[in-house]
């Protein structure tokens, strides 16, 4: 389960103002272009990992998860995508062959491609894992002036989550998305809307999609003894039936291959 | 001097000459336009066709290779030796053509080695990848006594004998691996994969339908060997594997019924929807007709019957990898792909490639061994040879409706279901403006800073965001957007430049706000 001591944040739609803040500070941390003259009207892309954007009547933000167990890091065939115990989901582009089978993989539709680029890369928010190594928080989280965005340990903020339901009866509809949803994930969402109503995905229940492959990977061993053991066994029982029937002097070959 | 003759030029050479052609200038836009220049491929829907005709049905097609050595060499059905060696070459060809295929898909194909050096246990990929590289050698090694035979090696050649058996049951496991994991590849979207095709049971299918395949291509192979370089047809061969082929496709209809009977979607093909019309397509296609064809002694015994119901099979496993990989995930993906022409004229160019290496193959090697064949050859029944030498026009009339009627069913389902075609409505559009007082009663200003004191300054001054921002208002890009640091990065301002232009002088100008040049105590505060 989840590292109670991993970071992670709490995305409350009802406290945010749509000022813009926590995607531009991601643009600044990250170093990224300019991609929108009207930030909220900003997309997620190779040059934007977080945005937020007015979906509805509400302010909506959108960036990686961070799941506890990821699919994008279990499909990767040569571990590019890692999760840190300190909570974000990193990218290790070196490793990278550019299959794209993480973005298939991710249930949220998150990395993005450098379609443009000669030698591309996948991009995306890595929860600005050199400033929490550093003790800081997330660049998002430091420009956010009204704790949409709250930074903490992961435990810290379902408790917060759960305080600020019973602080505010009515104002929310009392779930926290990402507590269960595809095993969990880092990144926490509380809202007065269902979850399809933002933009998000739903219909994602407790179990971590990489379990669904784990399930049949993890046969193979047995897949592969029980078939070598089989196959050879036929071969030798088949075989042997000939070499009896040229021994016994039967060579009568109409009788092969019964 | 002996004079070079050029082949001469046949429609179908034609054909290949456009098809490399074009292949060839997509391969420059490939290479110098990268992915964004060359494919319709997008962040939404990140594999094309690339992945699913090259990829997942190149390996599908390929499956004659373990099909008929196991037959051959694990089962001792020796009858069928004389079509392993071009099963396995087709094989071979196969898996190489699909992964010069991948190096056109790939990002960085520089870094395709990855997998065997930087491991991932838990990603299908990377079993797909081990999988694929071993198969790919032992289907050379297994193909290696027919190049040793041409230059008379004989020793590597016992060696190869003896070890045989063992690439054969290795070369059926892996095939089994691997065959069935191209349908795990999407286990770990069950909410992205349209439910129609999305089945735990996803593995399985495609181990299943690779095996159908198995035979038909076999099938399908044989006869077009036998058109295009005179080779008898086999078909005491062949009529068997089409049994093989009925009893596979009964048998995964069977689980596939009984899938969607628990999954509770028995209903699911036959709602109104683009991918319900092209499961239904698929599955008249690829299962009803072969089936209904097949079944019929007289047309699986009839050449070009087999044929037929052989290129069916075919053709329904095509159309369900691209069912799995295009239709199927068009919906979640919020975006309709259409493959560009790039990526269908490197597809072409593969397929192309794998005719003119196979035809080359047969020309200078020992692929069919006329010695094998007389050999292996049992008495020839004495009606098979009334059978083989059947025109088409004495295919029976039941065959040629199954065959008409499935086309014509197929092709007005397949149009209806793309007139269907539509993806998921995405977030609802922006609607009045947020009711924010709740939101901004979280409101809170930044704590205040105080700038580096020159030393002519009358006091140091402080910054209070409270006193510079509309609380009921607040519009933080309006400084942020330009010149000020989110992060507190932004370097304080050299201390006496303050009065400057681009710092507080830039709206404390006397129109804005109050000048900086009015009152020093305003801002200075003294100690």
């Known amino acids: 389960m989840l590292n109670t001591q991993a970071k992670g944040l709490l995305l409350d739609t009802t406290r945010c103002i749509g000022c813009g803040a926590c995607a531009l500070a991601c643009k600044e941390r990250n170093g990224l272009p300019k991609t929108a003259d009207v930030v909220l009207e900003d997309k997620l892309s190779d040059k934007t990992f977080s945005t937020v954007n007015q979906v509805g009547n509400r302010y909506v933000r959108r960036m990686c998860m961070h799941c506890a167990t990821p699919s994008c ?64 928080k997330t660049a998002c989280a430091t420009a956010c002036p009204t704790g949409a965005t709250t930074f903490g340990d992961r435990e810290a903020l379902v408790a917060e989550a759960r305080a600020r339901f019973a602080a505010n009866p009515g104002r929310y509809r009392e779930h926290i998305y990402g507590f269960e949803e595809v095993g969990g994930t880092s990144v926490l969402l509380i809202s007065d809307a269902k979850p399809e109503e933002l933009g998000y995905p739903a219909g994602l229940d407790g179990t971590p999609p990489p379990h669904l492959t784990w399930r049949v990977l993890n046969i193979i061993p047995d897949i592969v003894m029980t078939g070598a053991v089989l196959l050879g066994g036929i071969y030798w029982i088949r075989n042997r039936r000939d070499e009896v029937e040229a021994a016994e002097g039967h060579h009568d070959a109409s009788t092969k291959g019964h | 001097m002996p004079k070079l003759a050029l082949p001469r030029l046949t429609f179908w050479r034609g054909v290949l000459l456009a098809i490399l052609a074009a292949g060839t200038y997509a391969t420059f836009l490939r290479v110098f336009k ?90 299908v990929m990377f079993e797909v990848g081990w999988c694929v590289t071993l198969y790919t050698t032992v289907l050379a090694l297994e193909f290696s006594p027919v190049v040793f035979e041409r230059f008379k090696m004989t020793k590597t050649l016992h060696v190869l004998h ?114 319900s019309r092209l499961f239904l397509a698929e599955m008249i296609i690829g299962v009803l007709a072969p089936a209904l064809m097949l079944a019929l002694p007289k047309v699986r015994q009839h050449r070009t019957g087999l044929f037929l119901s052989a290129l069916l099979i075919v053709m329904g496993v095509v159309m369900n990898r691209l069912n799995v990989s295009i239709t199927g995930m068009e919906r979640s ?134 006193s510079h921002v509309d609380a009921s208002a607040p519009d933080c890009l309006s400084c942020h957007g330009n010149s000020y640091s989110f992060l507190g990065r932004t370097q304080a301002p050299p201390a006496g430049l303050m009065h400057d232009t681009k710092h507080c002088g830039g709206c404390h100008d006397g129109t804005s706000a109050f000048s900086v040049e009015d009152d020093c105590t305003a801002c200075h505060k003294s100690e």
């Open chain 2, 34 to 123: 990268g992915l964004a220049g060359s494919t319709n491929l997008t962040d939404a829907f990140p594999w094309g066709i690339w992945i699913g005709f090259d990829i997942l049905c190149g390996v599908a097609l390929a499956a004659g290779g373990f099909t008929i050595s196991a037959t051959v060499y694990i089962f001792n059905l020796e009858k069928f030796r004389p079509i392993v060696r071009p099963a396995i070459l087709t094989a071979f060809l196969g898996y190489v053509l699909v992964v010069v295929a991948l190096l056109f898909d790939l990002g960085r194909p520089w870094n395709v080695w990855h997998p065997l050096v930087m491991w991932n246990p838990h990603s």
């Open chain 1, 73 to 136: 890091a279990s499909a990767c065939p040569v571990a590019a995508l890692e999760k840190t115990a300190a909570g974000p989901v990193v990218y290790h582009e070196s490793k990278c062959m550019g299959c794209r089978y993480c973005m298939i993989a991710c249930p949220f539709g998150i990395p993005k491609y450098e379609w443009e680029k000669k030698a591309p890369l996948v991009r995306k928010c890595d929860l600005c894992a050199d400033r929490l190594a550093k003790g800081l």
């Open chain 2, 162 to 275: 003896v070890i045989m058996p063992i690439l054969v049951v290795l070369g059926v496991l892996l095939s089994t691996l691997h065959q069935s994991s191209l349908g795990s590849f999407y286990l770990i979207v069950p909410t992205k994969l349209h439910a129609l095709w999305y089945s735990p049971l996803l593995p399985v299918y495609f181990f299943l339908t690779a095996l159908t395949l198995g035979c038909a291509m076999t099938i399908v192979e044989s006869f077009l060997s036998h058109r295009a370089f005179g080779k008898e047809l086999e078909m005491e061969l062949l009529v068997p594997l089409g049994r093989v082929a009925l009893l596979i496709l009964g048998v995964t209809a069977v689980i596939r019924f009984a899938d969607f009977r628990h999954r509770g979607i028995l209903g699911l093909p036959f709602a109104p929807t683009y991918e």
């Open chain 2, 333 to 466: 993906s919020g975006e309709i792909y259409v493959p560009a022409f790039t990526e269908i004229a490197i597809t072409l160019s593969v397929v192309g490639v794998g005719f003119l290496v196979f035809a080359l193959a047969v020309k200078y090697l020992p692929v069919f061994p006329e010695h094998e064949m007389k050999d292996a050859r049992p008495p020839v029944a004495p009606d098979a040879l009334h059978v083989a030498a059947q025109p088409i026009r004495s295919l029976p009339m039941p065959a040629i409706a199954v065959v008409a009627l499935a086309f014509v069913a197929a092709g007005a389902l397949g149009a209806d279901g793309v007139r269907r075609r539509e993806v998921v409505p995405g977030p609802p559009a922006p609607a009045g403006t947020p009711a924010l007082a709740a939101a901004l009663a979280s409101f809170e200003a930044p704590a205040e800073m105080t700038f580096p004191q020159a030393p002519d300054s009358p006091g140091p001054v402080s910054f209070r965001h409270a």
